[in-house]
């Protein structure tokens, strides 16, 4: 991924993505099972995670369209330590991270995902990150 740079010119960390809000995350997860991006919002006050909700909710037909997927989109999900977030994830099951032959299709997978996830979060991140303000 070093070869592509964001949609906004420059060179970026691709696992560490950065949304400039605290509170906003995308996030890559691969297993026995599948691989998944997730977009996470994680505010600590659920009144302004409900608001970020919304917003994303108006651009769920921009966002989808950018896609080429709408994903799972999960209002209220809870994570493994117990909070409550909001998450958006598109995910390609039926790979398993430990098989050799499955590896080349995550990353493909995924890298399809996070550029088109980039061109739409360069658009509109400011939308989203004066939300937070």
Not at 9 to 21: K, Q, S, V
Not at 42 to 52: H, M, P, S, T, Y
Not at 76 to 85: A, H, L, Q, S
Request: hydrophobic letters at 35%; one cysteine or more.
């Amino acid at each position: 991924m070093k070869k592509h740079m964001s949609g906004s010119g420059r060179r970026i960390n691709w696992l560490t993505y950065p949304t400039e809000a605290k509170e906003l995350y995308l996030r890559l997860h691969a297993d026995g099972k599948s691989c998944s991006l997730n977009f996470d919002i994680q505010c600590k006050d659920d009144g302004v995670r409900e608001v970020i909700w919304e917003q994303m909710g108006e651009l769920k037909v921009v966002l989808t369209a950018e896609m080429s997927d709408e994903g799972d989109w999960i209002e209220n999900f809870t994570t493994p330590e117990g909070k409550t977030i909001s998450r958006i994830r598109w995910e390609q099951a039926n790979l398993n991270y430990f098989n050799e032959e499955d590896t080349l299709k995550m990353y493909d997978f995924l890298k399809e995902k996070i550029i088109a996830f980039d061109r739409f979060y360069q658009e509109y991140k400011d939308i989203l990150i004066h939300l937070l303000d």
